[in-house]
């Protein structure tokens, strides 16, 4: 088996994750190579093509309005090798926990609603703030920063306790990286890239956002997903797709719905230890009853 099909075959049968990080990766060689074929056959002279102006999302209305479509493709857009690398750790490290306790569709969902809020978060500042006034008709964004920022901190709310060992640091909370992650980006507004990290602040705000409708019961990624399925079918190649709910299929499946249930328990025996029975909801009630009748 050549090294394409082997790409392929992995494409295919791979997670969510692992199709995000290949897409990721095949734009930023794909766009390399046209940028260089570009350079080779150009006159040098102003007004050479520049794909990644028709690719990242402009700030300017005016401008956006002639590309609607960079408030997506500039989520999959990379400059840079490190800026790529940093983003594909980032997402693989964090997608991997997200993948633990919540599902594929999840994820994609709020990397693709991520990325459009923090789309929708620079545009908007740099069109209300004065200080952005010059530099409007030239500013443009790309990276999968806000996007891989919704994940990381959808997932860290979600299950802020969880702990993961960092080099040099030892074990580390989701929370306590979540809230650096934050504060980082907030104080850096003032720096460089500051309509990166305003967009790094939007995906975060969504990645909150989505887990505090998702305790409610709202899945607030169903609709683009079921739009991402019409349109491409590449999720579930060979079957379609079923909303339904079966016995786990494997043991990878078994176990994530396990751990995603005993946090459940965990916060609801939380919620009794700080507030006492009668403050759960008639849902957690019944969830706590089912348990114990079963234990």
């Known amino acids: 088996m050549s090294i394409a099909d082997e ?15 290949y897409i990721n990766l095949a734009v930023f060689v794909a766009v390399k190579f046209i940028q260089v ?9 102003p007004g050479t093509f520049y794909i990644l102006n028709w690719l990242a ?3 300017d209305f005016p401008e956006l309005l002639t590309r609607p479509w960079t408030i997506f493709t500039y989520m999959f857009l990379h400059e840079g090798f490190l800026h790529i ?3 594909i750790l980032w997402l693989y490290w964090f997608g991997r926990i997200f993948l633990e306790y919540l599902d594929e569709k999840k994820l994609l969902g709020v990397y693709l609603l991520g990325g459009l809020a923090g789309a929708a978060l620079y545009i908007l500042a740099f069109n209300l703030f004065p200080v952005f006034a010059q530099v409007l008709p030239v500013s443009r964004a790309l990276g999968a920063s806000a996007a891989v920022l919704a994940v990381v901190i959808s997932i860290s709310v979600y299950v802020p306790n969880y702990t993961i060992n960092l080099i040099f640091i030892g074990p580390v909370r989701l929370k306590y990286i979540a809230a650096v992650m ?15 990290h305003i967009a790094h602040l939007g995906g975060a705000l969504f990645g909150w956002f989505f887990i505090r409708q998702y305790r409610q019961g709202r ?6 997903n079921l739009a991402f399925y019409k349109l491409s079918g590449w999720m579930a190649p060979g079957k379609k797709l079923k909303v339904e709910y079966r016995k786990p ?4 499946e078994y176990n994530r719905q396990k751990a995603e249930k005993q946090q459940r328990i965990d916060d609801i025996l939380d919620k009794i230890s700080r507030s006492g029975y009668d403050s759960l909801s008639k849902e957690e009630k019944e969830l706590l009853f089912r348990v114990s009748k079963r234990d």
Do not use: W
Not at 37 to 45: K, V
Not at 219 to 224: E, F, H, N
């Open 57 to 59: 999302v402009p700030a």
């Open 85 to 87: 690398l940093f983003n």
């Open 249 to 252: 299929g494997n043991d990878y």
């Open 219 to 224: 899945d607030i990624t169903k609709g683009i």
């Open 182 to 196: 934050i504060v980082l980006d907030i104080i850096s507004i003032a720096g460089s890239n500051a309509g990166g």
């Open 7 to 21: 790409i392929k075959e992995s494409f295919k049968k791979g997670t969510i994750l692992t199709r995000l990080i």
């Open 37 to 45: 074929l570009f350079f080779l056959f150009s006159t040098g002279q």
